[in-house]
């Protein structure tokens, strides 16, 4: 396995990036609504972020 994926520098970033892509914005429609959605967004993006950059959360046994 190689370098963990960044999603990138910081969770601003990230979370404004995000509803950008095509099936986010599916997910987001699909819910209690694009605010609220995005809000849980910017609390998991904020919850991985390091001095490095906003990295997923490593998967069990990985």
Known sequence: MGEP???GPDS??????????RNAQEL??????????????RAAF???QTPDGVFPAPRPGS
């Open 28 to 41: 987001l429609a699909a819910h209690d609504g694009e605010d609220a959605a995005v809000g849980r967004l």
């Open 12 to 21: 601003v970033t990230v979370v404004e990036f995000t509803p950008g892509l």
């Open 46 to 48: 904020t919850a991985h």
């Open 5 to 7: 994926a960044c999603y």
